[in-house]
């Protein structure tokens, strides 16, 4: 893993000198909150997972997947790949910070890198946040679409630049991985996650950022399946219920139309 702290972009010069903690270690709050999520979450669906074994053991690696999903595709990330390196998503100081137990579960279970954005430099604290994480051995769990998808088409959307600067910056690889059947769960409905094959860490400006965000998308892609067709006379007990449960209301858009 590259060590180095500059980019060409005058932008982005800021990082930190050091990681100053083990960003890597898991908790044992959030190990006893990873096994009661993970039950719950097998006793509900069917799960399938394959591919954990692309995970880099050592951590400092970017979580890169489709999102159909607002809550239900973290969850995933959490409960089914291992507990360390421990996996961080990037969410709004104010929307961890409240209610008050938001606040609570945020502190004792962690996972997350709180950012302020009403700050003028708020894009980046979040470049310096991520590198700090990374450096200090932790995962980067992001969604680079950007968007909930409204419905699932085997496609995704446009990624957003972030993760090719993310990665540029700490020099670390990033892990693609794919989740199908989320968008509209049921009660049994099977439910895949599929992880790539690590695309290699780069350093460098704005060029590398776009390549790496290029080969993100494709690597997403390339293990995407295909939405599995609906037999109109299978049982799609509480539906309505697990769908509303895990939406996030005016966080999703249409998918563009195949061509």
Sequence with gaps: MSNQNTVSNSNLEVLPEGPKRNYRKASLSFRLMRFLIGGLLKALFKFEVRGLENLPKAGGYIFAGNHLNGWLDPMMMLAFAPAEPRIYFIAARED???????????????????????????YREIINRVAEALLGGGVLGVFPEGDVSAIETGR?????????????????????????GT???WLGKPILMLIGQPIAGQTGGRSVADELTRQTAQAILAILPAPAPENPRDRKLLKKFFTNLFIQPGHEKEHPTPD
Excluded: C
């Design 183 to 185: 968008k509209q769960p």
């Design 96 to 122: 961890v910070e409240s209610p008050a137990w938001r606040k609570f579960i945020t502190e004792k279970v962690g996972g997350v890198i709180p950012i302020d954005r009403a700050k003028p430099n708020a």
């Design 156 to 180: 995704i959307l446009p990624l957003k630049k972030g993760i090719g600067h993310f990665a540029t910056q700490s020099g670390v690889p990033i892990v693609p991985v794919a989740f199908s």
